[in-house]
C-alpha cells in the first residue's frame, strides 16, 4: 500500500474538509483522517453565516446543503438579561443565514471531498506526529488498533479547538507545560416545542456566559450554551440544572425555553481559551480552523473562518507544491501563510476579545445593548468587523492567485 501523499489532513470539519476539497480539485494526492464516523454530531450553535454559501458554492456543496432544507435566519437578536433586544440583520453579511445540523452540514462537506478524489479515512485518529529534525513528515494513525505511517510533503492540523497534532509535538518546548484548567464550558441539545421567533437567531445574555437558540432543519431549534466552569460544577454537571439555574436568569430565555422538550443526547465540553495560536507551528505543519485561531462563538462565524482558512492554506500550498516536490524548503510557505493569517484574521479576532468582556459581564452587555441599539451604522461596522476586515481580504486574495 503506498502511504505517501502530498498533503495530509487531520480533521474533517469544515476547515479540513475545505482545504481538501480545493486541493484534490486541482489534482494534489490529499488524505483526509478523521477520528469519528460521519455523520456525527457536534457541539455548534449551528448558525451558518451568509458569506458560508460563497464558500460552498466554491467548494460544489450549495445545492446539497440546500437540498437538506435548512432554516433561512434573517436576523440575529442579542437580548440583555432584562429582555432589552439588539438586532443584527443577516442581510449586513450578504442574505439570509442558514440554520443546518453539523451532522448534514459536515456529512455533505466530507463526501464531496470524497467525490472530488480525497482519500478519506474515518475512523482514524492521529496517534503521533512524525518529526525529523524540526520537521514534520507526516503522521502516524491508529486504525483499528492498528498503527501505521503515513508520509507527506505538508501535514494540516484541522482537529479543532484540541490542536491534536500540535500539542503531540515533541520540538515545541510550550507543550511540555501543564494545559490550564477550563474556566467554561459548553453545552448543547436539539429541542422542540420552543417560542424562539422564526428565522431569527436568539442569543441570551446572563452571569459568566451566553447562549444562542435558532431553527435548524426539520423545525427543530439548536440551544447551545455557554456557563462557567465553576457554576457547572455547583449544578453537577447536570445540563437541565444548568439550563434553569444559570440561563434562565436571562428572562427572553426562560419565555423561549420554558415549555421546550430535548429531543437529543446532551452535548458537553469545555473551553480553554479563545484567539489565535500559531498559524504555523513547525515547518512541513500548518493550522487551519479552530487550530489556528478560536473565535467567539457569539460572532457565529467560526465556520466562516473555517472554510476561508482552509482554502487559504490550500492555494499557497497549491503555489508552492511544485518546490516543496524538488525537496526545497517549506519556510516560504509557512512565512506567507501566517503573514497572509494574520492580515486576514487578526482585527476580527480583537474586535471579538473585546466585545466577549461585554458578553460575559451582564451590567456591560446590557449597556452595550443599549449603546449600540441606539445607532445602526454603529451596529453595521461593530458586526462586520467581527467578520472581516473587507480591504485586508481582498488584498490578501488579491495577492493569492490561484494556479
Ligand atoms: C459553544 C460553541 C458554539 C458555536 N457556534 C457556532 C455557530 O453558531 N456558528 C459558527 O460559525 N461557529 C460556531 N462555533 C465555532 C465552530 O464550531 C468552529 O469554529 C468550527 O467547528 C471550526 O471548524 P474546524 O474544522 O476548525 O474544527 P471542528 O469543526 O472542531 O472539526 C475538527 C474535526 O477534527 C476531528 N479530530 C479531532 N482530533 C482528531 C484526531 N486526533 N485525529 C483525527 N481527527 C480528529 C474531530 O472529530 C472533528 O471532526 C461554535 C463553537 C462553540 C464552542
Known sequence: MNNTYDVIIAGAGPAGSSAAIHLANHDVRVLLVEQKKFPRAKLCGEFISPECLKHFERLGVKGTMISASPAVLTETVFYSRTGHGLTVPSKWFGGGALGLSRAVMDNNLLQRAADAGVTVMENASVAEVIEEKNQVRGVRLNVDEVEREYEALVTIDATGRTRALTRRLKSLPQNAAPRPKAKLVAFKAHLEKTKVAEGVCEIYSYPGGYGGLSTIEGGVSNLCFITAARDVRRCQ???????????????????????????????????????????????????????????????????????????????????????????????????????????????????????????????????????????????????????????????????????
Open 237 to 403: 454537571s447536570n445540563p437541565e440544572v444548568v439550563l434553569r439555574e444559570i440561563v434562565f436568569r436571562n428572562r427572553r430565555a426562560a419565555y423561549a425555553l420554558e415549555a421546550a422538550t430535548i429531543c437529543s443526547e446532551w452535548l458537553s465540553v469545555s473551553l480553554e481559551s479563545f484567539g489565535r495560536q500559531s498559524p504555523s507551528p513547525l515547518n512541513g505543519l500548518l493550522a487551519v480552523g479552530d487550530s489556528a485561531a478560536f473565535i467567539d462563538p457569539f460572532t457565529g462565524s467560526g465556520m466562516l473562518m473555517a472554510l476561508e482558512s482552509g482554502e487559504l492554506a490550500s492555494q499557497l500550498i497549491l503555489r508552492h507544491l511544485p518546490s516543496l516536490r524538488k525537496n526545497l524548503s517549506f519556510t516560504t510557505l509557512a512565512t506567507e501563510y501566517s503573514q497572509d493569517y494574520r492580515r486576514r484574521f487578526d482585527a476580527r479576532l480583537r474586535i471579538s476579545s473585546v466585545l466577549r468582556r461585554l458578553a460575559y459581564t451582564p451590567f456591560l452587555a446590557e449597556i452595550g445593548i443599549v449603546l449600540f441599539g441606539a445607532s445602526e451604522r454603529l451596529r453595521n461596522r461593530i458586526a462586520r468587523a467581527t467578520r472581516s476586515d473587507s480591504k485586508g481580504d481582498q488584498s490578501s486574495l488579491e495577492r493569492v492567485k490561484w494556479i
